[in-house]
Nanobody
């Protein structure tokens, strides 16, 4: 099972940008990957999805046009570029690997495993 470690979170002003990363403990080129987030007092929610070969990406409506998911399989690293950040984007961001029903897009949290510990993103007004 691959282990995942997120990094790159921080404090940014509204309208700013941030790129967070997710490093895998071993080659992850066969894994479908996702980013999720959890704000205080709220349930964890889907943010973005990317298939193993970067042929397909899917975004939550709330981040579409502002966030970009990508991966570098040569570095076993997943990225999330976040632009035009809003205070409502404040959350703990997690990466995870799809472990169930991965042949097509899924944003279902129960289909993902190998969760990282998360990286905090805080957007100030």
């Amino acid at each position: 099972q691959v282990e995942l470690v997120e990094s790159g979170g921080g404090l940014v002003q509204a309208g700013g940008s941030l790129r967070i990363s997710c490093a895998a403990s071993r080659p992850f080129h066969n894994y479908v990957m996702g980013w999720f987030r959890q704000a205080p007092g709220k349930e964890r929610e889907f943010v973005a999805y990317i298939d193993a070969l970067q042929r397909e990406t899917v975004y939550a409506d709330s981040v579409k046009g502002r966030f970009t998911i990508s991966r570098d399989n040569s570095k076993d690293t997943l990225y999330l570029q976040m632009d035009s950040l809003k205070p409502e984007d404040t959350a703990l961001y997690f990466c995870a690997a799809c472990v169930k029903d991965c042949m097509e897009f899924t944003g279902n949290l129960s289909h993902y495993g190998s969760w990282g510990q998360g990286t905090q993103v805080t957007v100030s007004t």
